[in-house]
Protein backbone atom coordinates (compact mmCIF):
# COMPACT_ATOMS: atom_id res chain seq x y z
CA UNK A 1 0.00 0.00 0.00
CA UNK A 2 2.91 2.44 0.67
CA UNK A 3 5.02 3.24 -2.01
CA UNK A 4 9.04 4.21 -1.23
CA UNK A 5 9.72 7.77 -1.42
CA UNK A 6 10.24 9.58 -5.07
CA UNK A 7 10.98 12.85 -6.26
CA UNK A 8 7.70 13.98 -8.39
CA UNK A 9 8.64 16.32 -12.04
CA UNK A 10 6.20 17.93 -13.81
CA UNK A 11 7.45 18.88 -17.76
CA UNK A 12 5.52 20.95 -19.58
CA UNK A 13 7.05 19.91 -23.01
CA UNK A 14 8.57 16.60 -24.61
CA UNK A 15 11.97 17.89 -24.31
CA UNK A 16 12.17 18.38 -20.90
CA UNK A 17 10.91 15.29 -20.25
CA UNK A 18 13.32 13.19 -21.92
CA UNK A 19 15.96 15.19 -20.65
CA UNK A 20 14.96 14.03 -17.19
CA UNK A 21 14.50 10.46 -18.13
CA UNK A 22 18.22 10.85 -19.50
CA UNK A 23 19.23 12.11 -16.24
CA UNK A 24 18.48 9.89 -14.17
CA UNK A 25 18.24 6.15 -16.57
CA UNK A 26 16.43 3.64 -14.59
CA UNK A 27 15.94 5.40 -11.45
CA UNK A 28 12.79 7.15 -13.57
CA UNK A 29 9.67 6.53 -15.19
CA UNK A 30 7.08 8.33 -16.75
CA UNK A 31 3.63 7.97 -15.44
CA UNK A 32 0.16 9.06 -17.74
CA UNK A 33 -2.78 8.07 -15.40
CA UNK A 34 -1.00 5.82 -12.72
CA UNK A 35 -3.30 3.07 -13.11
CA UNK A 36 -1.04 0.67 -13.58
CA UNK A 37 2.42 1.94 -12.67
CA UNK A 38 1.20 3.19 -8.90
CA UNK A 39 -0.27 -0.22 -7.60
CA UNK A 40 3.09 -1.65 -8.84
CA UNK A 41 4.97 1.10 -6.76
CA UNK A 42 2.33 0.58 -3.39
CA UNK A 43 3.38 -3.25 -4.16
CA UNK A 44 7.09 -2.13 -4.48
CA UNK A 45 7.19 -4.12 -7.59
CA UNK A 46 8.37 -0.99 -9.28
CA UNK A 47 11.37 1.05 -6.88
CA UNK A 48 11.63 4.46 -8.75
CA UNK A 49 13.01 6.91 -7.26
CA UNK A 50 11.63 10.17 -9.90
CA UNK A 51 8.28 10.16 -11.14
CA UNK A 52 7.77 11.92 -14.57
CA UNK A 53 4.16 12.82 -14.58
CA UNK A 54 2.97 13.92 -18.40
CA UNK A 55 -0.09 15.67 -17.47
CA UNK A 56 1.32 19.27 -18.14
CA UNK A 57 2.35 18.18 -21.33
CA UNK A 58 -0.03 19.43 -24.39
CA UNK A 59 1.06 17.43 -27.13
CA UNK A 60 -0.08 14.69 -25.08
CA UNK A 61 -3.56 15.39 -25.51
CA UNK A 62 -6.39 15.64 -27.95
CA UNK A 63 -8.35 13.03 -30.45
CA UNK A 64 -8.59 14.46 -34.17
CA UNK A 65 -9.58 12.09 -37.36
CA UNK A 66 -8.62 13.46 -40.49
CA UNK A 67 -7.69 11.85 -43.99
CA UNK A 68 -8.82 8.75 -43.00
CA UNK A 69 -6.32 8.76 -39.82
CA UNK A 70 -7.53 8.68 -36.23
CA UNK A 71 -4.66 9.73 -34.22
CA UNK A 72 -5.26 9.84 -30.61
CA UNK A 73 -2.78 11.66 -28.42
CA UNK A 74 -1.12 9.13 -25.31
CA UNK A 75 -3.10 11.05 -22.74
CA UNK A 76 -5.79 10.73 -23.65
CA UNK A 77 -8.42 8.67 -21.37
CA UNK A 78 -10.24 5.62 -21.78
CA UNK A 79 -13.34 7.73 -20.38
CA UNK A 80 -12.60 10.95 -23.77
CA UNK A 81 -12.15 7.97 -25.88
CA UNK A 82 -15.47 6.25 -25.00
CA UNK A 83 -17.40 9.73 -24.69
CA UNK A 84 -16.30 11.19 -28.04
CA UNK A 85 -18.60 10.66 -30.68
CA UNK A 86 -16.63 11.46 -33.68
CA UNK A 87 -13.95 8.46 -33.02
CA UNK A 88 -17.11 6.15 -32.04
CA UNK A 89 -18.89 6.45 -35.85
CA UNK A 90 -15.15 6.18 -36.80
CA UNK A 91 -13.65 3.08 -35.50
CA UNK A 92 -16.48 2.07 -32.85
CA UNK A 93 -14.49 -1.31 -32.25
CA UNK A 94 -12.31 1.14 -29.87
CA UNK A 95 -15.41 2.40 -27.90
CA UNK A 96 -16.76 -1.03 -27.54
CA UNK A 97 -13.03 -2.08 -26.77
CA UNK A 98 -12.60 0.73 -24.02
CA UNK A 99 -16.04 -0.15 -22.17
CA UNK A 100 -14.52 -3.33 -21.72
CA UNK A 101 -11.90 -2.50 -19.71
CA UNK A 102 -11.19 -1.82 -16.00
CA UNK A 103 -14.04 -0.08 -15.04
CA UNK A 104 -15.39 4.01 -14.47
CA UNK A 105 -12.80 5.57 -12.54
CA UNK A 106 -9.70 3.72 -13.78
CA UNK A 107 -11.47 4.49 -16.94
CA UNK A 108 -11.61 8.69 -15.89
CA UNK A 109 -7.34 8.32 -15.48
CA UNK A 110 -5.85 5.42 -17.10
CA UNK A 111 -5.01 6.73 -20.94
CA UNK A 112 -4.59 5.13 -24.48
CA UNK A 113 -0.66 5.70 -24.39
CA UNK A 114 0.09 4.08 -20.75
CA UNK A 115 -1.82 1.07 -22.02
CA UNK A 116 -0.33 0.20 -25.19
CA UNK A 117 2.96 1.01 -23.21
CA UNK A 118 2.76 -0.91 -20.54
CA UNK A 119 3.72 -4.27 -22.04
CA UNK A 120 1.74 -6.06 -20.02
CA UNK A 121 -0.26 -8.56 -21.99
CA UNK A 122 -3.51 -8.21 -20.09
CA UNK A 123 -3.84 -5.15 -21.27
CA UNK A 124 -6.97 -4.56 -23.88
CA UNK A 125 -5.91 -2.22 -26.30
CA UNK A 126 -2.52 -3.42 -27.72
CA UNK A 127 -4.38 -6.68 -28.99
CA UNK A 128 -7.12 -3.89 -30.28
CA UNK A 129 -4.40 -1.41 -31.90
CA UNK A 130 -2.75 -4.71 -34.08
CA UNK A 131 -6.25 -5.63 -35.38
CA UNK A 132 -6.78 -2.25 -36.63
CA UNK A 133 -2.96 -2.33 -37.79
CA UNK A 134 -1.87 0.72 -35.79
CA UNK A 135 1.24 2.76 -35.69
CA UNK A 136 2.81 4.52 -32.09
CA UNK A 137 5.28 7.63 -32.59
CA UNK A 138 7.59 7.86 -30.06
CA UNK A 139 9.86 10.64 -29.19
CA UNK A 140 13.36 10.61 -27.84
CA UNK A 141 16.15 12.51 -28.04
CA UNK A 142 16.94 11.10 -31.40
CA UNK A 143 13.47 12.53 -32.81
CA UNK A 144 10.69 11.24 -33.49
CA UNK A 145 9.86 7.99 -34.95
CA UNK A 146 7.06 5.24 -35.92
CA UNK A 147 6.72 1.61 -34.78
CA UNK A 148 3.72 -0.56 -36.03
CA UNK A 149 1.71 -2.04 -33.10
CA UNK A 150 2.31 -5.28 -34.86
CA UNK A 151 5.70 -4.66 -34.48
CA UNK A 152 5.79 -3.21 -31.04
CA UNK A 153 5.40 -6.44 -28.36
CA UNK A 154 8.72 -8.37 -27.64
CA UNK A 155 7.83 -10.26 -24.41
CA UNK A 156 6.01 -9.50 -21.13
CA UNK A 157 6.70 -5.48 -20.45
CA UNK A 158 9.22 -6.13 -22.77
CA UNK A 159 8.54 -3.23 -26.09
CA UNK A 160 10.16 -1.65 -29.17
CA UNK A 161 10.11 1.39 -27.01
CA UNK A 162 13.34 2.11 -25.40
CA UNK A 163 13.67 3.56 -21.60
CA UNK A 164 14.51 7.47 -23.15
CA UNK A 165 11.46 7.37 -25.32
CA UNK A 166 7.82 8.73 -24.59
CA UNK A 167 5.15 7.12 -26.50
CA UNK A 168 2.93 10.67 -27.97
CA UNK A 169 0.39 9.47 -30.42
CA UNK A 170 -1.26 6.60 -31.67
CA UNK A 171 -2.54 6.68 -35.08
CA UNK A 172 -5.32 4.06 -36.58
CA UNK A 173 -6.31 3.70 -40.42
CA UNK A 174 -10.34 4.53 -40.22
CA UNK A 175 -11.71 0.87 -41.56
CA UNK A 176 -13.78 1.60 -44.92
CA UNK A 177 -17.10 2.23 -43.49
CA UNK A 178 -19.44 -1.32 -43.65
CA UNK A 179 -16.49 -2.65 -41.69
CA UNK A 180 -17.72 -5.43 -39.25
CA UNK A 181 -16.34 -5.06 -36.16
CA UNK A 182 -16.28 -6.71 -32.48
CA UNK A 183 -14.58 -6.53 -29.68
CA UNK A 184 -15.60 -9.51 -27.27
CA UNK A 185 -13.87 -10.56 -23.67
CA UNK A 186 -14.49 -13.23 -21.50
CA UNK A 187 -12.99 -12.19 -17.81
CA UNK A 188 -14.27 -13.38 -14.12
CA UNK A 189 -15.62 -10.05 -13.17
CA UNK A 190 -15.97 -6.26 -13.96
CA UNK A 191 -12.88 -4.50 -13.81
CA UNK A 192 -11.20 -8.12 -14.27
CA UNK A 193 -8.25 -8.93 -17.25
CA UNK A 194 -9.16 -10.94 -19.60
CA UNK A 195 -9.32 -14.62 -19.86
CA UNK A 196 -9.13 -14.22 -23.41
CA UNK A 197 -10.29 -11.43 -25.40
CA UNK A 198 -10.43 -10.95 -29.43
CA UNK A 199 -10.85 -8.41 -31.82
CA UNK A 200 -12.19 -8.87 -35.19
CA UNK A 201 -12.63 -6.77 -37.95
CA UNK A 202 -13.89 -7.67 -41.68
CA UNK A 203 -14.43 -5.71 -44.12
CA UNK A 204 -14.08 -5.84 -48.11
CA UNK A 205 -10.80 -5.31 -48.49
CA UNK A 206 -9.88 -8.31 -45.85
CA UNK A 207 -10.35 -9.21 -42.38
CA UNK A 208 -7.87 -8.92 -38.99
CA UNK A 209 -7.83 -11.01 -36.07
CA UNK A 210 -5.93 -10.30 -32.96
CA UNK A 211 -5.98 -11.62 -29.58
CA UNK A 212 -5.52 -10.16 -25.84
CA UNK A 213 -3.51 -12.34 -22.91
CA UNK A 214 -2.95 -15.70 -24.44
CA UNK A 215 0.86 -15.13 -24.45
CA UNK A 216 3.61 -13.30 -23.27
CA UNK A 217 2.51 -10.57 -26.09
CA UNK A 218 -0.97 -9.63 -27.85
CA UNK A 219 -1.11 -12.06 -30.49
CA UNK A 220 -2.35 -10.95 -34.39
CA UNK A 221 -2.29 -13.94 -36.62
CA UNK A 222 -2.36 -12.95 -40.36
CA UNK A 223 -3.18 -16.19 -41.38
CA UNK A 224 -6.24 -15.96 -39.06
CA UNK A 225 -7.43 -12.78 -40.70
CA UNK A 226 -6.69 -14.69 -44.09
CA UNK A 227 -8.72 -17.65 -43.31
CA UNK A 228 -11.45 -15.22 -41.94
CA UNK A 229 -11.74 -12.99 -45.16
CA UNK A 230 -11.99 -16.10 -47.13
CA UNK A 231 -14.93 -17.23 -45.08
CA UNK A 232 -13.20 -20.10 -43.50
CA UNK A 233 -14.20 -19.39 -39.56
CA UNK A 234 -12.55 -23.00 -38.76
CA UNK A 235 -9.57 -21.81 -40.42
CA UNK A 236 -9.08 -18.50 -39.12
CA UNK A 237 -9.80 -20.19 -35.21
CA UNK A 238 -7.16 -23.12 -35.90
CA UNK A 239 -4.74 -20.24 -37.44
CA UNK A 240 -5.48 -18.49 -33.50
CA UNK A 241 -5.42 -21.43 -31.73
CA UNK A 242 -1.95 -22.08 -33.14
CA UNK A 243 -0.73 -19.46 -32.17
CA UNK A 244 -1.26 -18.57 -28.74
CA UNK A 245 0.84 -19.77 -25.88
CA UNK A 246 -1.42 -19.03 -22.07
CA UNK A 247 0.23 -19.63 -19.25
CA UNK A 248 -1.68 -21.98 -16.32
CA UNK A 249 -2.46 -19.20 -13.64
CA UNK A 250 -5.97 -18.42 -11.41
CA UNK A 251 -7.70 -17.68 -14.33
CA UNK A 252 -7.29 -21.18 -15.27
CA UNK A 253 -5.40 -24.28 -17.12
CA UNK A 254 -3.99 -23.86 -20.57
CA UNK A 255 -6.43 -26.51 -21.76
CA UNK A 256 -9.39 -23.96 -20.07
CA UNK A 257 -7.68 -20.93 -21.88
CA UNK A 258 -7.87 -22.17 -25.24
CA UNK A 259 -11.07 -23.24 -24.88
CA UNK A 260 -12.00 -20.30 -23.54
CA UNK A 261 -9.88 -18.76 -26.27
CA UNK A 262 -11.67 -20.86 -29.43
CA UNK A 263 -15.03 -19.38 -28.03
CA UNK A 264 -14.50 -15.90 -27.44
CA UNK A 265 -13.06 -15.64 -30.87
CA UNK A 266 -16.17 -17.23 -32.72
CA UNK A 267 -18.22 -15.28 -30.54
CA UNK A 268 -16.11 -11.92 -31.80
CA UNK A 269 -16.62 -13.25 -35.08
CA UNK A 270 -20.15 -13.45 -35.32
CA UNK A 271 -20.81 -10.41 -34.03
CA UNK A 272 -18.49 -9.05 -36.57
CA UNK A 273 -20.22 -10.72 -39.61
CA UNK A 274 -23.46 -9.32 -38.49
CA UNK A 275 -22.38 -5.75 -38.23
CA UNK A 276 -20.66 -5.98 -41.90
CA UNK A 277 -22.52 -4.04 -44.01
C1 LIG B 1 -8.71 -2.14 -10.96
C2 LIG B 1 -8.08 -2.04 -12.31
C3 LIG B 1 -8.58 -2.79 -13.34
C4 LIG B 1 -8.00 -2.71 -14.61
N1 LIG B 1 -8.54 -3.46 -15.63
C5 LIG B 1 -8.01 -3.36 -16.86
C6 LIG B 1 -8.54 -4.11 -17.94
O1 LIG B 1 -9.50 -4.86 -17.81
N2 LIG B 1 -7.95 -3.98 -19.15
C7 LIG B 1 -6.89 -3.14 -19.36
O2 LIG B 1 -6.42 -3.04 -20.47
N3 LIG B 1 -6.37 -2.42 -18.36
C8 LIG B 1 -6.91 -2.51 -17.12
N4 LIG B 1 -6.38 -1.77 -16.11
C9 LIG B 1 -5.21 -0.94 -16.40
C10 LIG B 1 -5.64 0.47 -16.73
O3 LIG B 1 -6.35 0.51 -17.94
C11 LIG B 1 -4.37 1.33 -16.82
O4 LIG B 1 -4.77 2.61 -16.59
C12 LIG B 1 -3.57 1.24 -18.06
O5 LIG B 1 -3.12 -0.04 -18.35
C13 LIG B 1 -2.29 2.06 -17.99
O6 LIG B 1 -2.57 3.34 -18.32
P1 LIG B 1 -2.12 4.52 -17.40
O7 LIG B 1 -2.35 5.77 -18.17
O8 LIG B 1 -2.77 4.40 -16.08
O9 LIG B 1 -0.54 4.26 -17.31
P2 LIG B 1 0.49 4.36 -16.10
O10 LIG B 1 0.09 3.45 -15.00
O11 LIG B 1 0.73 5.78 -15.77
O12 LIG B 1 1.79 3.80 -16.84
C14 LIG B 1 1.90 2.42 -17.18
C15 LIG B 1 3.28 2.18 -17.79
O13 LIG B 1 3.36 2.77 -19.08
C16 LIG B 1 4.40 3.76 -19.11
N5 LIG B 1 3.86 4.89 -19.86
C17 LIG B 1 2.68 5.51 -19.67
N6 LIG B 1 2.48 6.47 -20.60
C18 LIG B 1 3.58 6.45 -21.38
C19 LIG B 1 3.97 7.21 -22.52
N7 LIG B 1 3.19 8.16 -23.05
N8 LIG B 1 5.17 6.93 -23.08
C20 LIG B 1 5.97 5.95 -22.56
N9 LIG B 1 5.64 5.20 -21.49
C21 LIG B 1 4.46 5.46 -20.92
C22 LIG B 1 4.70 4.12 -17.66
O14 LIG B 1 6.01 4.54 -17.48
C23 LIG B 1 4.42 2.78 -16.97
O15 LIG B 1 5.55 1.95 -17.08
C24 LIG B 1 -6.91 -1.84 -14.84
C25 LIG B 1 -6.39 -1.09 -13.78
C26 LIG B 1 -6.96 -1.18 -12.53
C27 LIG B 1 -6.38 -0.35 -11.41
Given at each position: ??????????????????????????????????????????????????????????????????????????????????????????????????????????????????????????????????????????????????????????????????????????????????????????????GDYATAAAAVLIGSDGASVAMTNLSDTPVWSEEAGTALASGDIEGCVAAMLAAIDPQEDMRGP????????????????????????
Amino acid sequence: MIPAGFEYHRPADLASAVDILRAHGDEARVVAGGHSLIPMMKLRMADLRHLIDLQAIGALKGITIAEGTATLGAMTTQHELIENADLAAAIPLLREAALQIADPQVRYMGTVGGNVANGDPGNDMPGLMQCLDARFELYGAEGTRQVAARDFYEAAYFTARSDLEILTKILIPVPASGTGYAYAKQKRKIGDYATAAAAVLIGSDGASVAMTNLSDTPVWSEEAGTALASGDIEGCVAAMLAAIDPQEDMRGPIAFKKHVAAVILRRAIDSALSRRA
